[in-house]
């Protein structure tokens, strides 16, 4: 079935670092890819998405390429800020029945200022 | 407007008591998704309903589980005879019905239960 690996975590860094968090899927066709975040005591959000191939997600500083090639949807962001500080999860949206969601296991990640 | 949500936002329950969750979805929106968050994973696909119709209940782990949502809007996710592996974070979410283009996921508070 399909399925999606991320970076385990917890990723700690300095603020204004730079950010990558990778995440790979194993689909059938081309499904839609997502990024959401939960901040601590919060629901999960929607941050970014892509629904094809070479489609750019962008959304607060942050972005991420749908690549078929490499079955990849890497987050990065140039300069982290502490407010970023947060879990992230990748996700896949299947393209049969429900359309439900299919998430990683979450990546933790921790901006010291 | 109002977001996803759902209630109470923390259960705890002794093994084998019966809990029910309940969700309220955004207005106008017809399909209704249940999640499973356990303690450091991502969430995983409970259930599945467009109106009142469940259309996928693939992801219940057990007979014990049981969701509804008999008028299309509010649902509830029952879980009979609890154990202690049912102890998660218990997401709910709802979207346009699933021929719009745009049907993203809004996800709400979810409820924590804990079964000692």
């Known amino acids: 079935g399909d399925s999606v690996t991320q970076m385990e975590g917890p990723v700690t860094l300095s603020e204004e670092a730079f950010l990558t968090i990778n995440c790979t899927y194993t689909a059938t066709g081309y499904p839609s890819l997502f990024w959401y975040v939960q901040y601590p005591g919060e629901g999960l959000q929607l941050l970014l998405k892509a629904t094809k191939a070479d489609d750019k997600g962008s959304n607060k500083g942050f972005e991420a390429t749908y690549r078929k090639e490499t079955t990849s949807f890497h987050l990065e962001k140039g300069s982290v800020q502490v407010s970023d500080s947060a879990v992230y999860f990748c996700?896949?949206?299947?393209?049969?029945?429900?359309?439900?969601?299919?998430f990683g296991q979450g990546t933790r990640l921790t901006i010291n200022p | 407007g109002a977001g996803v949500s759902q209630s109470p936002r923390y259960k705890v329950a002794k093994r084998g008591q019966d809990v029910a969750l309940r969700c309220d979805p955004i207005?106008?929106?017809?399909?209704l998704f249940w999640y499973q968050q356990a303690l450091g994973q991502g969430p995983e696909f409970l259930t599945y309903?467009?109106?009142?119709?469940?259309?996928?209940k693939s992801g219940l782990p057990s007979d014990r589980f049981f969701a509804e949502r008999p008028e299309g809007s509010v649902s509830t996710l029952k879980i009979q005879r609890t154990q202690q592996e049912d102890s998660a974070v218990y997401l709910c979410?709802?979207?346009?019905?699933?021929?719009?283009?745009?049907?993203?996921?809004?996800f709400g508070p979810g409820t924590r239960l804990t079964v000692l």
């Open positions: 979410a709802s979207s346009l019905p699933l021929r719009f283009r745009d049907n993203e996921q809004f």
């Open positions: 996700a896949l949206r299947t393209l049969q029945g429900a359309q439900k969601l299919v």
């Open positions: 309903f467009q109106n009142e119709a469940q259309l996928d």
């Open positions: 207005s106008g929106h017809v399909s």
